[in-house]
């Protein structure tokens, strides 16, 4: 069968194509925005268990029966040597504590400059009496009052968002406590209130499952935005080098910002799919997504290369062969990782689901970005590049 026939870079309308891609570039940001993408609790903050177990272990039974008991665990479960590693999301009250402690600190660090700037204007003062320095005086004192009382209303707030957890330990934050005294107080009740968590939680699971020993490591939120920043340069970056070597490749802006849109373009798609079905961006997921701008460049420089360096037959002939050589990597890509996203489903595995379905997002886009958009402006800039040398 002669599929050149079926070509279709020789439609007159062909350069209308890349509207399908900006209206999925623009559906996705929807998506994006709208609906939000949530973070697991690698990036939003939140609690590791290894258990050591001899049970065997169904991972779905467990992972309902933990959520059942601790309010807004979310947990996420897997096996690993030797027993099953369980995830779970931060105690909200601990959340909210280390945000205010967070305030505090700054308050803290506040007073003392403040009381660094009082004592250099006693000691000015002790030697000439100057207006100016006894009003500086007065308007450093008035401002290390503000931040006493703020100081005491932070820390009063945080012990009662840690009330929950601190059973019958007893702190309290008078009028009379000294700044450096609420620092040691609310930091030791943090450190109570996270305690008791833990054995509150170690207490629950082994009321589900048995187990002989278990390691618990907590990522706080701060910890986890700062996760999450590294991430975006992480992000950036790949793309700096995606333009980076598309130029030097093509020596030419076109090729380049095409190859660069397609990347975009695809991982906005992925965004997008996360957002709508709730999958979490986690390490995993953000593993899914930088797989996918390699094959993003992949398939772009590709068609690029070949519209753009080989001689046989016409671009448009060239373009067509490289949509087939291209689809055909793309549905065995997507095969592939479809035969990954079921096989996660059904043994509930996470990890490997949410990468899957990051990817299988991310190639569905790729078939309208590469082929209906970047390979057209190649040809569009292959057309007037061979016009302009006639």
């Given amino acids: ?11 007159k309308y062909y350069k209308l194509f890349p509207i399908l891609p900006i209206l999925l570039l623009i559906i996705g940001l929807y998506f994006i925005l709208v609906p939000h993408i949530p973070l697991d609790s690698s990036l939003r903050g939140g609690i590791d268990l290894q258990l050591q177990t001899n049970s065997i272990v169904n991972i779905q039974t467990l992972t309902y029966a933990i959520n059942a008991k601790i309010p807004n665990a979310e947990a996420s479960v897997s096996t690993a040597s030797g027993g099953v590693d369980i995830t779970i999301a931060t105690n909200s009250s601990l959340t909210s504590a280390q945000d205010k402690l967070v305030t505090l600190y700054d308050y803290y660090s506040n007073y003392t400059k403040e009381s660094t700037e009082i004592a250099l204007y006693q000691n000015e003062l002790s030697k000439q009496t100057n207006a100016s320095i006894t009003s500086a005086l007065n308007a450093a004192e008035a401002n290390q009052t503000k931040t006493n009382q703020a100081m005491h209303s932070e820390a009063s707030s945080i012990l009662l968002t840690l009330s929950p957890l601190l059973n019958k330990d007893n702190y309290q934050i008078t009028n009379s406590t000294m700044p450096f005294q609420i620092i040691n107080i609310t930091r030791s009740a943090y450190l109570t209130a996270s305690n008791n968590y833990e054995n509150q939680t170690v207490s629950i699971l082994r009321s589900i499952i048995p187990f002989s020993s278990y390691t618990y490591q907590e990522t706080t939120s701060t910890l ?7 991430i975006e340069y992480i992000i950036i970056i790949s793309f700096i080098i ?30 997008a799919g996360m957002a709508i079905f709730g999958i979490p961006l986690g390490v995993a997921s953000i593993g899914g997504l930088l797989m996918l701008i390699g094959y993003s460049m992949d398939t772009d420089v590709l068609a690029a290369i ?9 671009p448009e002939d060239r373009a067509f062969s490289t949509l087939k050589t291209g689809l055909t990597m793309t549905f065995a890509a997507i095969i592939t990782f479809s035969i990954l996203l079921i096989t996660a489903y059904l ?44």
Avoid: C
């Fill in 306 to 314: 070949r519209i753009l360096k080989h001689t046989e037959g016409t």
């Fill in 347 to 390: 043994n509930f595995i996470p990890t490997y689901f949410e990468i899957a379905s990051v990817v299988m997002f991310g190639l569905l886009g790729d078939i309208i970005t590469t082929w209906f958009g970047d390979t057209v402006l190649v040809l569009w800039y292959k057309e007037k590049k061979d016009a302009k040398y006639r």
């Fill in 224 to 230: 986890g935005a700062y996760f999450l920043q590294q």
């Fill in 242 to 271: 995606v333009a980076i070597a598309a130029f030097v490749i093509f020596k030419s802006p076109i090729p380049s910002i095409s190859v660069v849109f397609g990347a975009i373009n695809d991982l906005i798609v992925a965004l």
């Fill in 1 to 11: 069968m002669d599929f050149n026939k079926y070509n279709i870079y020789k439609s």
